[in-house]
């Protein structure tokens, strides 16, 4: 099955913790981005990828990192935590080519809690 | 990426179906026309897309006006698993790849 896995599903910890967030697909997509989701701002683009070793910075990038040293895998690293970076975080990816048919595929979310 | 103003809520009853407009006055001739949701608890997920012809798929239809400068998500018969909210978006065909742009979109409820 087409799809893109999120570990874990829900996290809380505390300020200061490392922390990373995986997002693996299984499309062997080029793009990859991570997506970050709060009451009343909707959901806003943090880091993407458009493909191996190729990062950039999305809207809100502050305070996140990210790699993409594997096709399939697109970590959301966290060094230090803050409790503003409470939030749902989605990631998602699709086929670069220059189509309209670029959908893109999210994956269930990850629910942080920073305390 | 052109703007898109989508009503905040729709309400609907089951079996029935649902018109959800959007207007994107500031369209190009490169835009297409596309539309996801999200349901409660879970991540967005695309339903259909289109630049000037109307589309159908198995989850919905789309209406495009004319002019281009609306269109309208249509399902047949709503659901309660309809129940979500729904994102239109504009995609430059020449930005394969690039984040799309989340409005506040409508919340759609449906009722038994």
């Known amino acids: 099955e087409a799809q893109v896995t999120q570990n874990p599903r829900y996290l809380i910890t505390v300020t200061g913790k490392k922390l990373t967030v995986t997002c693996s697909q299984n499309?062997?997509?080029?793009?990859m981005s991570w997506y970050r989701q709060d009451p009343g701002l909707g959901l806003r683009q943090i880091y993407y990828s458009m493909n191996v070793e190729v990062t950039d910075k999305g809207d809100v990038p502050e305070g996140y990192k990210v790699s993409r040293k594997e096709k399939r895998n697109f970590p959301l690293i966290l060094e230090s935590p803050s409790p503003n970076q409470t939030s749902l975080y989605f990631c998602?990816?699709?086929?670069?080519?220059?189509?309209?048919?670029?959908?893109?595929?999210f994956g269930p979310g990850t629910r942080l809690t920073v305390l | 990426d052109a703007k898109t103003t989508q009503p905040n809520s729709m309400e609907s009853n089951e079996e029935e179906p649902v018109h959800l407009p959007c207007n994107h006055s500031?369209?190009?001739?490169?835009?297409?026309i596309h539309w996801y949701r999200q349901l409660p608890s879970q991540g967005p997920e695309y339903v259909i897309h289109g630049l000037t012809s109307n589309v159908n798929n198995r989850m919905a239809s789309l209406a495009i006006a004319e002019d281009r400068k609306s269109s309208t998500l249509i399902l047949h018969r709503a659901t309660l698993r309809d129940a979500a909210v729904y994102y239109c978006i504009l995609r430059d065909v020449r930005q394969a790849g690039t984040a799309l742009i989340f409005g506040k979109g409508t919340t759609l409820s449906v009722s038994s």
């Open positions: 998602a990816s699709s086929h670069t080519l220059a189509d309209s048919y670029n959908e893109q595929f």
């Open positions: 499309m062997n997509h080029e793009y």
């Open positions: 500031t369209i190009s001739g490169t835009d297409y």
